[in-house]
Structure formats: structure tokens, C-alpha cells
């Protein structure tokens, strides 16, 4: 019997697990995951309000119930919890999936003045994630500028202009809920240092910005004009073909003073976070322009955008886990088709798959066929892993040194918890936001 263990249960973690039941009859799969909740970013990464793709949670929770896998919550490993050392000998084989859990910085002054975050701090605040700053997000903002063009960026700048009302059938926690209620934000700028033909955004999130009510977008058509690419969109790739289209659109329409308004700006590089009284105050941006090779210069003209919120949204990274090699370089685990490699040698019996694999990119989607190729890698070194000696059952071993994993049934009984909240709330699921109402309701026979 191939033993494995996968350490991350969102989507690489579960569909490494689902290739590894699929192609190998003979293996048991244990998912780990620090958390007592599976799922990774599909529950604490989605908007609330995008409830098609949150629905692949569907879709997870039939291969962690497929009766040769098992969901180990509240498991951490590394540092101040289970060595990388101890999983191996617990396991034949152990596949890290544990994605890219920091962010980029603009590596700009006042970048850490209060009221400025990373897109993924107000991401998880908004989606309930434990580990999330419980409040201060909106308190005083009337102006909000979010750096960046990509879906996340979309994502946090819709959130920031619709009305409470709209997400109360969502699962948000009520705290953020009260407070996006409360919320006097007038604007958001969403920025970009290129044009618009080089948004990462799809046309899907962004046709998602307008229609919200109360709210309008406006699109500068100077701004429009300044990339050479917008005079003649047919040349473009179909994608970005579409969103300038989209872009073309708006900016044809006067704005008509909504309460809230929705600026797409574009050819603004930032440089500096301006500060008032201690706090984020606004952003100055270097106006840019192409370069004629795919990337912007520096003109030398400044422009000052009021904001008391700033969200960063430029990408992803990598952190390094105790016990597996790193390239700082592009924050990835080094590897041979998922086979983790020491020093350039291939050590049988280490893997990985997802974004500490390959870095931040690609869809959810993406992480199927890079899972598989993780997969058969390990199946192809079967016959050298299990020749290892490993506990006939590992979580007795965990148990011993003190962890106590949070199983599937508590998984449900946490889902119980937050239906029950909800219906106190009169609300339909509201997700449950710190460690200790979490554990205590996975606890709850």
C-alpha cells in the first residue's frame, strides 16, 4: 500500500489527490492543511459574490470524501508544528502544494503607512480567513486606490463599491458585511503602471464593474489614446482585443455623478505613499508611456491621487518552508517534472505541484494537468519509495507528538456551525472568522 501525503487542500492539493486515485489503485492519500477548513483559495480567495466558481468546492469535496482519501485539518508543518523531516518518515511519498502565501511589494516609500494593505489582507478579511485583521479597513476612507490590473484587483474594487445589501446572500462574515454597510467610499481607483491592452483582467471580471447599483465606471479616453494598441484593437490577441472594447465603451459615456464612481486609470507608475497625521493620505504616480518593446518609461510628470485605503494587487510569491530547498530568485520549490530536487538531484519520495511548482499563474483550472504531471512522476518512483518502512497509520503517530487533526466529520460539523449562524442571522451560510469559534465548532459532536 502507497502511502502519500499531500500537504495544501485547495485545488492542486485535491487534484494531486484525485490523479494519485485514479492512476494508482493501490495508494491512500492523506490531505493536510494548516487550516480546519479544506478548499484553500476556493474558500478564502473567491469573492463572495462569484458563487459559480466558489461552487467547485462541489467538486473538491467529492475527492475528499473518495474512500482512499482523507482530510487532516489543523495541521501545520514546518516551523512550530510537524518537521518536513517527521512527514517523511510518516509517508512513502509527500507532495507540498501549499501555493504562494505572500505577496509582492511596490518597494515604494510609505508602502507600510497605516491604511495601506496587500489585496490579499482585505481579501481574506472579506472571506472569513482566521488568520485575517478583524477591522480598520474602512473606517474614514472616502477614496480608494487599488494598484494594480489583474482579476484580484478587479475583485477588491468591486467589493469596494457594492452596497451591503447585495452581498447579504453571500456567505461573508458578518463583521465585514456591517462594515461594507457602514462604508462611505465614494471612489476607487483601480491603477495601472501600462495601457490597457496590457490588463491581466478577463473580460468576465471586468464587464462585472458596471451594472452595480449606486455605482458608475469612468475611463479617461485620453488615457485610452496614449496606447498605441487601442487605435487598432483587431490586431490584438482576442482577450485583450475584448477588454479594450470594453474599455472603448465606457469611455464613451459621459459620467453622470452616481454615489460612487469606479476610476480605471492607466499609464500611472506609483512612487510614493503620501501620508497625513500618521496615516496613508494618497498616492503619487509617475505618468509613463510605451516604450515602444512591450514595457513603459518614466516621462517625469506627477500626479497625486487623494486616498485613505490603498490596496496593492501586483502578484504573488513563494515563501520558503523549513526543511525543502528554495529559489528566492521566483519564490518557487526546485523541481524535475514535480520531482523536488536537492542541490540538481532528484530525491524520490519529495514533490510538488501548484504555484510553490510553477509560480503564481495560470486558473484554477490550470493546477489539473500540472497535478498529473506531479503524479506521475511519483507513480514512475513508486517501486523506490515504498521500500521505506512507514506507520500503518500516521495520524496515531501525529497524535502522539501532541497534534490532534481536525477529520472530515469535524469539517461538517463546521459547516453546521456556520449554516446555524446564518439562520440566527437571518441569513442563509455565514462563514465563521477566528481560530477559536472555528476549532471549537470542529470539536462539536
Known sequence: MLRVAVVGSGPSGVYTAQSLVQLEPGVRVDVLDRLPCPYGLVRYGVAPDHEKIKSLQ????????????RFLGGVQVGPDGVPTARLRELYHAVVYCVGAATDR????????????WSATQFVSWYSAHPDAAQDGFLRGVRSAVVIGVGNVAVDVTRMLARGAAELNATDMPQAALN???ESQVAEVHMVGRRGPSQARFTTKELRELSGLPGAEVVVDPAELALDPACDDPSALPAAQRRNVEVLRGWARVPPRGAPRSIRL????????????RGRVAGVRFERTAPDGHGGVTGTGRYEDVEAQLVLRSVGYRGVPLEGLPFDAADGTVPHLAGRVLREGVVVPGEYVAGWIKRGPTGVIGTNRPDAKETVVSLLEDADAVVRRSVPEEPVAALRATGVEPVTWAGWQAIERAE?????????????LADWDSLLAAARTP
Open 179 to 181: 462594515a461594507l454597510a
Open 419 to 431: 449554516a446555524a449562524l446564518g439562520a440566527s442571522l437571518g441569513r442563509d451560510v455565514v462563514k
Open 105 to 116: 511589494q511596490l518597494g515604494i516609500p510609505g508602502e507600510d503607512l497605516p491604511g495601506s
Open 265 to 276: 486609470r492607466f499609464f500611472l507608475r506609483p512612487v510614493r505613499l503620501l501620508a497625513e
Open 58 to 69: 462541489n467538486t473538491l469535496r467529492t475527492v475528499l470524501e473518495h474512500e482512499r482519501v
